[in-house]
Each structure stands twice: as C-alpha cells, then as structure tokens.
C-alpha cells in the first residue's frame, strides 16, 4: 500500500519516501507488482493521528458543501481498501506493475460486496 500523493520528486517528505518505495519495488522486476494508493484513509485505528484527525474533520464538514465525484476521491474507507486488496489478489494478476487508485479500489471492493 503505497499513497495517492507517491512521487520521488514530492517536497512532501511522506509522498516522497512512498514514490522512493515504489521506484525500489519495480526495480525487483517481479512478475506482479500491486500498488494501492488510498487517499485519506476513513476508518478506527488504534493510535491517533493529529492532521489525519483534522483532516477527516474536514472531509465530513465538506461534505455538506461540495458534491460530486472530487469530494469522494478525498478519502476512502480502509475497509475498501482492504476488500480491493483481496479481490485483487484473487484474481492472480501476471500483469507486471498495476496502480490501482480510488475508482479501481472502489469497483474491486463492490464486488467483493456483491460476492459476500
């Protein structure tokens, strides 16, 4: 699990050691490389996060203001994430490096739904 903002070459020290992390992970040359970049990630955790906190504050605040698709692609649920994780795992995938970003987490997650 890699982040929505992941880029070597980010003046944000946490986007670039993930952008670092997945130039480091394609350089094995690994017959399937999945990369998830979640957004804000929604969800309990067991430690607390202040700017994380703040910012899922903000997210649900928002959301009374902006609709549509910009919003959404904000913050995504962790259980949403975890779900895309296995579907994508079950599906064997010998495709080299695949990103899979909020839409794609989003559809692999509905069908894990539909199937349960």
Do not use: C, H
């Not at 992941?6 to 992390?21: M, P, Q, R, W």
């Not at 997945?22 to 094995?28: D, T």
């Not at 990369?35 to 700017?51: A, C, D, E, V």
């Amino acid at each position: 699990m890699s982040s929505d903002g992941a880029n070597i070459e980010s003046s944000l020290f946490y986007n670039d050691v993930k952008g670092k992390t997945e130039e480091a992970l394609k350089v094995l040359n690994l017959k399937s490389l999945l990369i998830f970049r979640p957004s804000l990630l929604l969800g309990k955790r067991q430690s607390s996060r202040t700017f994380e906190e703040v910012a899922k504050i903000m997210y649900y605040f928002l959301g009374f203001f902006i609709v549509g698709s910009r919003l959404k692609k904000w913050a995504i649920k962790s259980s949403d994430v975890a779900n895309s994780m296995y579907m994508a795992a079950k599906q064997e995938l010998d495709v080299g490096v695949q990103v899979f970003r909020y839409q794609k987490m989003m559809q692999l997650s509905q069908s894990y739904t539909k199937r349960s």
